[in-house]
């Protein structure tokens, strides 16, 4: 089973900038897309951004030109640089992959951090 830590969210002003961290462990996988989620105070969970493997990246609307996302292979990592943030992005950032465990067989699978808090004050 393929565990996901999240950790770099925290309280900054309107116009800061936060850099979240998601390392995934756990056996011998391969992770093909990641990304990241969030979900506001009484809204449903959307998506954020996401990079498969070969390098390909997307950007919800929102956060296009502000958000980016990158992945470390190696180190099974992806990260999501956040500049000029807005209130309007606070919520619990959730990291999420789409990958395969591999024991003789893949078993693929769809993968969840447990969440990091951003709070962005005005």
């Known amino acids: 089973q393929v565990q996901l830590v999240e950790s770099g969210g925290g309280l900054v002003q309107a116009g800061g900038s936060l850099r979240l961290s998601c390392v995934a462990s756990?056996?011998?996988?391969?992770?093909?897309?990641m990304g990241w989620f969030r979900q506001a105070p009484g809204k449903q969970r959307e998506a954020v951004a996401a990079?498969?493997?070969?390098?390909?990246?997307n950007y919800a609307d929102s956060v296009k030109g502000r958000f980016t996302i990158s992945r470390d292979g190696a180190a099974n990592t992806v990260y999501l640089q956040m500049v000029r943030l807005k209130p309007e992005d606070t919520g619990v950032y959730y990291c999420?992959?789409?990958?395969?465990?591999?024991?003789?067989?893949?078993?693929?699978?769809?993968?969840w951090g447990q969440g990091t808090q951003v709070t962005v004050s005005s």
């Open positions: 756990g056996g011998d996988f391969v992770l093909n897309v």
């Open positions: 990079a498969t493997r070969v390098g390909t990246t």
């Open positions: 999420n992959a789409n990958g395969a465990t591999y024991d003789g067989t893949y078993h693929n699978d769809v993968y």
